[in-house]
Nanobody, 122 residues
């Protein structure tokens, strides 16, 4: 599975962005997906995850109520709708996929996209 993240950019605090992660390869519909983020000098941080069917989602406490993860198996794409953005949301955002893992432990995901930069100005 190859993943291509897009949709990052510069936005003012309080604004919204939608990230997309397009997947190539077979059996995307059977993959659990996750979004993670990282800032320089810090460890990668879990943001959100969605089970392969879309029936279950997980969120980090820091984004709960502001971000929504969704999955369109027909388009081989997972989305992260981000709202009420804060300067502390500034990071490179990565999507990840795995056929077994569903959760917040990044090291358990086998496939990673290249990342997309999100910058939130105050």
């Amino acid at each position: 599975v190859q993943l291509q993240a897009s949709g990052g950019g510069l936005v003012q605090a309080g604004g919204s962005l939608r990230l997309s992660c397009a997947a190539s390869g077979r059996s995307f519909s059977r993959y659990n997906m996750g979004w993670f983020r990282q800032t320089p000098g810090k460890e990668r941080e879990f943001v959100a995850a969605i089970i392969w069917s879309g029936a279950g989602t997980l969120y980090a406490d820091s984004v709960k109520g502001r971000f929504t993860i969704s999955k369109d198996n027909a388009k081989n794409t997972v989305y992260l709708q981000m709202g009420s953005l804060k300067p502390e949301d500034t990071a490179v955002y990565y999507c990840a996929a795995d056929s077994q893992t569903y959760g917040s432990r990044g090291y358990e995901y086998d496939y990673w996209g290249q990342g997309t930069q999100v910058t939130v100005s105050s």
